[in-house]
């Protein structure tokens, strides 16, 4: 009983101080592998290719949209043109068309204002969109590249020396937290007592 109590408590503190541990080497955002690895700068991101591949997607989509609007707007004009209406049901179909005009007509004004300003927005970045849009070798030569000097390199490789201590310290901790259950678990504290006992009452 005292024996799961301590290994209970141990084991608290000891699963505290890792979360604790693993919150702040979260917080970095840094992995010993590539802490001082430059060559992960000659790489597009994985976050920038996903981009890309739905800034290509949309433009698809876009096209093929435009495309549906205009094969629509021809057949209409074919089916416009070849039928005989009746007055009366002429002058009704004018007045619907008329009432979905000046609905369309509205809708037509807002988007046209949230055209504007897409069309401004887009005229800032239209070299990044032209960049992303483009072919994937361009994109990674306009990428930045870190220039260090010999400073930053012993920085980094100071920072990585430290990341192999904590990954130590990690290690060490596990391997200690294992010995303790071992050694809890071997000690056979309850023959000592029943010996000990015995002992008091002679």
Known sequence: EEKAKLLRDIMAKIESKNETLEQFMDSLGLELESVDNLELYSHLPPV?????????????????????????????????????V?????????????RDLDKYAEAHEKASFTNTELH???????SNLRLLGGPLDSLRDALPRPQLNEEEVA???CMKRI??????????????????????????????????ERADMK
């Open 48 to 84: 920038l290719m996903e981009k890309c591949a739905a800034l290509s997607a949309s433009l698809r989509d876009i096209r093929g949209v435009l495309d549906e609007d205009e094969a629509g707007l021809r057949a209409l004009q074919e089916a416009g043109g070849a039928a005989e």
């Open 86 to 98: 009746h007055p009366a049901a002429q002058a009704q179909a004018l007045a619907e068309i008329r």
């Open 120 to 126: 401004r927005a887009m005229n800032l970045h239209i």
């Open 155 to 157: 920085g980094l490789q």
């Open 163 to 196: 990341l192999g201590k904590v990954q130590e310290m990690r290690d060490q901790r596990g391997s200690l937290e294992k010995q303790l259950r071992d050694l809890i678990q071997q000690d056979d504290i309850t023959s000592s007592l029943v010996t000990t």
